[in-house]
């Protein structure tokens, strides 16, 4: 059995011949018709269900369940009507011939279409309309190919007992194969070809006398049945014994067809069971495949190529996020996940996963501990919940210098305010807190001077645009606004060195 490359537990669906790598449906690019290669693009050629496919033995519960539908029912049971009504119109030849021969031509002609239905992955019984056309030319033919081994054998008989012995062993052993290649062919000559038969029975091999022998077995069980039956209801056992002869023959000709499936790799041609779970894949599990397989052959560049197209064609989905800070921390790669650290914070802080924010974080630090995210709004979200945690040295060194690293951070009051409670919250930091808090009221003066100027300065646009809208233009105003020349900050805080002994 050939096994998926990137997934060895499971047989392989399709091979790529440019690559000589045998896939499973989980590996292939199959979001247009046919299937491609993820590796090199080119088409891929299916195998089938060979290298997926039960054998045939492990199957006889659900071979017992197939004719166990609707359809396949009322057949058996309409057949095995019909047989009764033609054993008690005996005398009526006339009518009794073609009563059963219509009845075994019925079930004959079912068997054949499930053999050759089964033969190509359909596991569940077809529809019985067609078992009504065309049944009763193969009864002939049938009963002409069986009269025909028996003459043979016969003959050989006559000739030399050992002789008619060992040709009546071969008619045997050769007669599920002739069955098989009837069903296909409709033909008795081509059924009868002995090289088509040394051809089916050699590519099988030995489980097709595991298949003798269960067939026979079968065989014998039904005359079993038949005695039982016989002497249990003796006024209904002939229905139920055609009942018994009905349900095993469609039985019968099901495994066959199963066994033609199993076998399809040695026989020339593929074919997939409708059984099997064809994956539905969206895009999102496409790409997740397609970057597993690159990630497999050892291609790490094309693999972050592949994640960083990800974050931008699926940018809501968590799995490519995930995966890609696992293969980072994974691999110990601290300059890119100096460059992801910030992307896959923000990513679960837009999924309100904060929960997780912290502690990635603490993943991103273990790897680069000179990391700290290039965001105001993200180091105070970080430092609060810090803060939260009772991590207060690394809330501090989030806060810590934000007024010369943002100094237009709208929420820097804000964020001097959370600095000021968190070194309250620290032993022999009550000074430092305190400059902290008379530096918030300056942020707080700072900004509304700011205000002031920003609304003077558009009153004061709007004034001139007014006036040359009727006056002659006048020279504009240069120079800062009035207002901010003396509004610079006088406190400045001492650096704080969040790993040094507060004492």
């Known amino acids: 059995m050939d096994s998926c490359k990137y997934h060895p537990l499971d047989g392989a669906t399709f091979a790529c011949r440019a690559c000589n790598h045998s896939l499973c449906d989980q590996c292939i690019d199959d979001e247009n018709e046919p299937p491609r290669c993820f590796t090199c693009g080119g088409i891929l050629e299916s195998l089938g269900s060979v290298n997926k496919v039960e054998p045939f033995w492990r199957r006889l519960p659900e071979a017992f369940k197939y004719p166990l539908n609707s359809a396949s029912i009322s057949l058996i049971l309409i057949t095995a009507v019909l047989s009764v009504v033609a054993s008690l119109m ?3 030849f006339f009518i009794a011939i073609p009563l ?46 069986i009269l025909l081994l028996t003459f043979l054998t016969g003959g050989a008989y006559y000739l030399s007992p050992a002789l008619g012995g060992i040709t009546g062993l071969v008619a045997v052993v050769a007669f599920p194969a002739i069955l098989i290649r ?145 293969l980072i921390y994974a691999c110990k790669k601290s300059v890119l996940m100096e460059d992801f650290g910030l992307t896959y914070l923000e990513f679960l802080n837009r999924k309100k996963r904060f929960d997780k924010l912290t502690i990635c974080f603490k993943q991103i630090l273990h790897l680069a501990p000179d990391y700290l995210p290039n965001s105001p709004g993200m180091r105070v979200q970080l430092a609060n919940l810090l803060r939260q945690q009772g991590d207060l ?65 558009a009153e004061e646009k709007q004034k001139a645009a007014q006036a040359n809208s009727i006056a002659t233009p006048q020279t504009k105003r240069k120079g800062p606004p009035p207002g901010l020349k003396s509004s610079g900050l006088v406190l400045e805080l001492v650096p704080i060195d969040a790993n040094a002994d507060p004492s």
């Open 182 to 326: 009837f069903a296909q062919t409709e033909n008795m000559i081509d059924a009868l070809n002995p090289v088509a038969i040394t051809s089916l029975i050699a590519a099988i091999g030995l489980p097709y006398g595991l298949l003798m022998a269960f067939l026979m077995i079968m065989m014998s069980s039904i005359g079993v049945l038949h005695e039982l039956v016989g002497s249990v209801l003796p006024a209904a056992s002939y229905f139920v014994q055609a009942i018994i002869s009905n349900y095993y023959t469609i039985v019968m000709f099901h495994l066959m067809g199963y066994m033609l499936f199993q076998y399809q790799g040695q026989l020339g041609y593929s074919a997939r069971s409708d059984e099997d779970e064809t994956p539905v894949r969206n895009d999102t599990d496409r790409f997740a495949a397609k970057i597993s397989i690159f990630l497999k052959e050892g291609n790490y560049e094309k693999v972050v190529d592949l994640y960083y197209q990800a974050f931008k064609l699926f940018p809501n989905e968590p799995l490519f996020f995930e995966r890609f800070f696992d």
């Open 90 to 92: 005996a005398l009526l």
């Open 100 to 145: 059963y021969l219509f009845a075994t031509g019925a079930l004959i002609k079912y068997g054949f279409t499930c053999l050759e239905r089964t033969s190509y992955g359909e596991m569940k019984a077809p529809d019985v309309m067609e078992a009504y056309s065309g049944g009763i030319s193969l009864v002939f033919q049938l009963f002409l190919i």
């Open 393 to 457: 040295k690394l809330a501090v060194r989030l806060l810590n210098g934000m007024h010369k690293l943002y100094p237009d951070y709208a929420e820097l009051p804000e964020a001097y305010g959370l600095l000021a409670d968190t070194l309250s919250d620290m032993p022999n930091m009550q000074t430092q807190a305190d400059k902290c808090r008379q530096m918030v009221a300056q942020l707080v003066r700072r900004a509304e001077e700011k205000q002031k100027a920003i609304a003077l300065e």
